[in-house]
């Protein structure tokens, strides 16, 4: 998994870049918080040194911007709050009968074309789908 490594090569990147083309628009987006997140959960004891990590790498940017006379948006995408208990719905589905899966080399792939249903999840939310309208309840 990467760590704190990878965000601190964008920031590097990021300014390299900037130096050698000052472009108009510059999007950066560093995923130090995500792996350590949803990994660990928010309140992981070592949370805190991580938030300190990507700070400084944060920090690092903006002095830079700065100096730069560059305008700067700072964004957070999401929020992760702790979770006590999941749904693992395709697992649900499945033992339902609604979800199908095919062999592939030695492990399982989801069908969506022979599957009723099946969810595509991001985080805490789950996109289902249901192949024929008068399934959904």
């Known amino acids: 998994a990467a760590g704190i490594a990878s965000s601190r090569w964008i920031v590097d990147c990021a300014i390299a870049e900037f ?34 990590a990507i700070d400084r790498e944060v920090g690092r940017l903006l002095a830079f911007a700065k100096v730069q006379g560059a305008a700067v948006m700072l964004l957070s995408e999401y929020g992760i709050e702790a979770v006590e208990q999941s749904v693992s719905i395709n697992r649900v589905l499945r033992t339902e009968g609604w979800l199908q899966v095919r062999q592939s080399l030695s492990w399982e792939l989801l069908d969506p074309g022979a599957s009723a249903a099946f969810a595509v ?13 008068q399934d959904i309840p």
């Open 19 to 52: 130096q050698i083309n000052r472009p108009h628009l510059q999007l950066v987006y560093l995923p130090h918080l995500d792996y350590s997140l949803q990994r660990l959960g928010p309140d992981h004891p070592s949370i805190v040194d991580e938030v300190r």
């Open 121 to 133: 999840a991001d985080h805490q939310v789950a996109h289902v789908y249901v192949k024929q309208a």
